[in-house]
């Protein structure tokens, strides 16, 4: 079930955090990652990014589930190093193809900064509910207000996009099922006649998307929605010390990857 | 043809933290050209059970039978295009440019000459009272048109059997009357139809057997007068007045359709 980016529902410091601190954090530490320019700086961010996934109290394998996806990009990027450097000692040697001790350790620093990115952007994704995740990138954001940026509508077209994937998702299954009981086969011939397969799915999901949006748009503005001005919140964000602390210990961190 | 369901169980999402068991046991058959009627709750397992008759969803234990012949080993193509499943709210799986097209779907995947599904299309069109919309697109009709057309997708694979899950779910009455009428015609050509429906004045109007599910399991199944005055406060209407006659009028009899209960009413002797 869960997948890239799925939030998961338990209390814990770092779901208490302030979203904004979270968001910020991880920012810091996505740009930052590139400034660390050795294997042990890496080490160290990695080791202190595991104590962070441990307070976070999602079971590990959950968030080891998370970077099943960019596995496959790990390891191409990992062959590509491994057998194409020419840096350092021969390792092995096979036919045309040499392994060298320079490709090794640049192989491991790069699935090293590759994973490390994708989970510090999957800790906050899966520490922060959606709505809280929206709400702080509004906030972030509304600086710009003053040069006419619509920072409220961008957070709302998020909150609704993230809101909608699920019942895109459970739509999709149905209009399958319904194809399929019509005779349709999603799973027979190559890959052009797969994919000519699903014109019958995506046709109608994109009509029904439309026809939603529609519906929404409508029910929001019966319910006296007008934009961003003037509008409150049910749940007020609060920057407190512990999301000051938060902040500077992943700075600090980064610092330190930086100089090791 | 025969299709039996027995001791069927399914459990969503199972393994996880989610697991929902929808379907507890449930043992039925449908039997060569009758009309049964699946009635029961919001979440007691109608939608569920009927994706098990052309094994949309495999049971997570128990078996369907088709012909007395396990219909896992039957080939599911044939297996869907023998038993046709019509979804809730159908119409939202219209998707071809126009509507013969959309029709033609289903029959010209089973391999037919152009010929054929040309008059497969055309005849289930016109069973359904949609002949005239047949050139339009599927995105321009009304709600009541657009589901006749989706049912229509379906027949034209000449199905033996033919799953209607809640066909009348927002439809206007005459739409409703319409797909009732068609599902005594299907009967009389022989075609058994599964019903599925929160109305229970129509299920005792078409059905000649009533299944009522609760909590996934089968609840009651019998004729509609078994059912229905067996469990009154499951009962349509007709029904519920009868039963309450009754009381002092034992001669009322079990009458169930509309016309039935009219009739045994205007016969009853006296005031």
């Known amino acids: ?80 190093q491994v057998f194409f450097s020419r840096e350092g000692a021969i390792v092995i040697e096979w036919g045309f193809l040499e392994v060298h001790t320079g490709g090794l350790w640049l192989a491991l620093f790069l699935a090293l900064r590759i994973l490390l990115l994708v989970s510090a952007a999957g800790l906050l994704t899966a520490t922060t509910a959606p709505v809280a995740l929206a709400d702080g990138i509004e906030d972030l954001l509304s600086p710009l207000k003053r040069v006419g940026f619509p920072a409220h509508e961008v957070a709302m077209m998020m909150t609704i996009a993230l809101r909608f994937i699920p019942t895109l998702g459970e739509e999709a299954e149905k209009i399958k099922g319904a194809q399929a009981a019509r005779g349709a086969d999603f799973s027979e011939g190559g890959p052009l006649r797969r994919a000519r397969s699903l014109v019958p799915v995506l046709v109608p999901l994109t009509v029904g998307a439309f026809r939603r949006a529609d519906e929404l748009a409508e029910a929001m503005e019966s319910r006296g929605y007008r934009g961003g001005e003037g509008r409150t919140r049910y749940r007020e964000l609060r920057f407190r010390r512990k999301d000051a602390l938060a902040l500077s210990v992943t700075v600090f961190i980064l610092l330190v990857g930086v100089l090791l | 043809m025969n299709l039996e369901l027995r001791d069927v169980h399914h459990v969503y999402a199972a393994g996880t933290p989610f697991a929902v068991e929808a379907l507890r046991g449930v043992s039925l058959g449908v039997e060569p050209g009758e009309v049964l009627g699946i009635i029961g709750g919001t979440g007691s397992g109608k939608s569920t059970l009927v994706r098990h008759m052309n094994l949309l969803l495999v049971p997570s234990s128990g078996g369907v039978l088709v012909d007395s012949v396990d219909a896992t080993t039957l080939k599911k193509s044939e297996l869907r295009r023998r038993v046709g499943l019509v979804f809730q709210f159908p119409e939202a799986a219209l998707f071809a440019p126009s509507v013969e097209e959309d029709v033609a779907f289903a029959p010209s995947r089973l391999g037919l000459d152009e010929e054929e599904v040309e008059e497969r299309v ?56 319409r797909l009732l009428a068609l599902i005594r015609h299907l009967r009389d050509a022989g075609i058994s139809v599964v019903i599925v429906s929160h109305d229970l004045d129509e299920v005792a109007e078409v059905a000649d057997r009533v299944c009522a599910l609760h909590d996934g399991r089968v609840r009651a199944i019998g004729t509609p007068a078994e059912v229905f005055y067996g469990n009154p406060e499951l009962a349509p209407a007709t029904v519920r007045v009868a039963s309450l006659l009754k009381a002092s009028r034992p001669e009322l009899g079990d009458p169930v359709r509309f016309d039935e209960t009219l009739a045994a009413l205007k016969a009853l002797p006296g005031k």
């Open chain 2, 122 to 177: 055309r005849e289930s069109l016109r069973v359904l009272g949609a002949e005239d919309l047949a050139t339009r697109s599927p995105f321009a009709l009304s709600g009541g048109e657009k589901r006749r057309v989706a049912i229509a997708g379906v027949l034209a694979m000449g199905p033996e059997v033919l799953i209607l899950d809640e066909p009348t779910a927002g439809l206007d009455p005459a739409t409703r009357e």
């Open chain 1, 1 to 80: 079930m869960t997948s890239l980016g799925q939030f998961y529902p338990v209390a814990s410091p770092v779901h208490g955090l302030d979203p904004r601190a979270k968001i910020v954090a991880t920012a810091v530490l996505v740009a930052g990652l590139f400034l660390v320019d050795s294997t042990v700086g890496l080490l160290f961010v990695a080791v202190t990014l595991m104590i962070l996934v441990a307070l976070s109290r999602i079971p590990i394998r959950n968030f080891l589930r998370l970077l099943r996806p960019v596995l496959f990009i790990v390891a191409l990027t990992v062959a590509f």
